[in-house]
């Protein structure tokens, strides 16, 4: 064995189970403490390929034409410091396992290295404990880059999807917004080709005329609701503490009409202040609301608004005794134009509980529905009660 400034190579293969190769590298001035290490770990089942360095230039040296995958450094050396391996390492951006191999090492100063960032130290007379050491090191280097890429890989897709998401709402806004104008031409001039005229046009092209004319009103609406849907969190309203009561207030006030029609009885118990915007919340409930009169069965529909705290959020609940909704679409009922219905059995387009869902998440709230069909229904959502500063435990 020969050592130079370059660094020496050991590789002793006597190994009773060969394993994968394991790239260490040796910080160690004396030849025959570099060759016991070297046994010590063979005589364990590693087949180790090992440089032997003992000053700050071959260690760089080495770290770039063969990164190891651990590093074994002696605390004291003749002419550098075992521990300012780590340094170097750092500088590099390396994270590789380093392990202090040395003579007496006192415990105080043992501590301190693995405060500075060394994996583990092992004494010159208890090289036994050297294999599992590195094993161990091996192994929490592997859990420390598989934890780093699952971060990563989550972070990127997080990114992806507010990405796409965003694209998504941007195409909503575009296609709505610029889909209005034509659109007007059309329910314009098909208005006034059915005026003109009138009486003029034999049965069929008058009923032609009325569904075209039928149909583009129809899209309008869709296109406003598509439009009201997008705007949705385009609007740069600020958030705040809003007063469940007085949107309660409110809402009675705009289903005044619905409420005396339906002989609906609409109770809520002293409702909470909650983080959000108030005209938000308002669509919130007075859709809530607004279903559970719209969806009800044969009896007038009574209507429970309650909130209980959970945390640092409320939690809501709008039940009915309505029509109820089978438990298969609780999930799809919240998606932009669905419907369990046709027009003529209930009138709505289906956005109601689209914009509800992107109003609540967007507050960093969620929403669901307990219900079975024919009992009624049971409309749950939670809202955070403060800012993002207020929360305990959310100030730095
Ligand atoms: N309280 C309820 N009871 C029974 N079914 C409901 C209730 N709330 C919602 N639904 C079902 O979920 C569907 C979606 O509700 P949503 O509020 O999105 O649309 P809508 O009320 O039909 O129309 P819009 O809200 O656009 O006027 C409804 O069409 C209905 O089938
Ligand atoms: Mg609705």
């Known amino acids: 064995m020969t050592m130079s400034s370059t660094g020496t190579k050991l ?8 394993q994968p190769k394991l790239r260490a590298l040796l910080v160690e001035d004396n030849a025959l403490d570099a060759a016991l290490v070297v046994r010590a770990l063979c005589k364990d089942g590693f087949d180790i390929a090992a440089d032997v ?24 050396l003749p002419n550098w410091k075992g521990m300012e391996a780590l340094k170097v390492l ?3 951006g390396l994270d590789i396992p380093m392990i202090l191999v040395s003579g007496a090492l006192g415990d105080v100063t043992a501590v301190e290295c693995i405060k500075q960032g060394a994996t583990d130290y092992v004494l010159k007379d208890g090289l036994a404990r050297l294999p599992e050491v590195i094993r161990r090191a091996l192994r929490e280097k592997n859990e420390r880059s598989l934890r780093h890429q699952a971060e990563e890989d989550l972070a990127r897709k997080i990114d992806e999807l507010a990405r796409s998401n965003a694209d998504l709402e941007q195409f909503a806004y575009v296609a709505s917004h610029d889909l209005q104008e034509p659109l007007r031409m059309v329910t314009a001039y098909t208005q006034l080709l059915s005026e003109r005229y009138h009486g003029q046009l034999d049965e069929s092209a008058a009923k032609f005329l009325g569904y075209a004319s039928e149909g583009a009103q129809r899209m309008q609406v ?15 309203a600020a958030c705040g503490s809003v007063d469940c009561n007085a949107v309660m207030a409110d809402v009675l006030l705009t289903l005044a009409s619905a409420i005396l029609e339906s002989g609906a009885v609409v109770t809520h118990a002293g409702l909470p202040a909650v983080w959000g915007v108030r005209t ?6 007075q859709n809530l609301i607004g279903n559970a009169i719209k969806f009800r069965g044969k009896e007038p529909p009574v209507v429970s608004v309650q909130s209980e705290k959970s945390g640092q959020h409320w939690q809501f609940s709008v039940s009915d005794n309505g029509i ?15 419907r369990l219905h046709t027009r003529n059995e209930y009138p709505g387009n289906g956005i109601g509980l689209a914009i509800c869902k992107k109003i609540i998440e967007r507050c960093g709230g969620r929403i669901w529905m307990e219900s079975q069909a024919g009992s009624g229904s049971t409309f749950k959502f939670i809202m955070p009660s403060h800012g993002p500063d207020e929360r305990v435990g959310g100030r730095p």
Do not use: C, K, W
């Not at 590789?11 to 060969?18: A, L, M, T, V, W």
């Not at 040296?61 to 450094?73: F, G, I, S, W």
């Not at 869709?222 to 740069?236: M, T």
């Open 90 to 92: 750092l500088s590099e």
């Open 11 to 18: 590789g002793i293969q006597d190994s009773p189970e060969p």
């Open 324 to 338: 109820g909704i089978p438990p298969e679409y609780a999930e799809n009922i919240f998606v932009v134009f669905q």
């Open 280 to 285: 938000q919340m308002a669509q919130v409930f």
């Open 222 to 236: 869709l296109i406003q609701d598509l439009l009201a849907f997008s705007r949705v969190g385009r609007n740069s």
């Open 53 to 76: 360095v003992q000053d700050e230039a071959a260690f760089t040296r080495a770290l770039r034409t063969h990164p190891p995958e651990v590093v074994l450094a002696d605390y004291n």
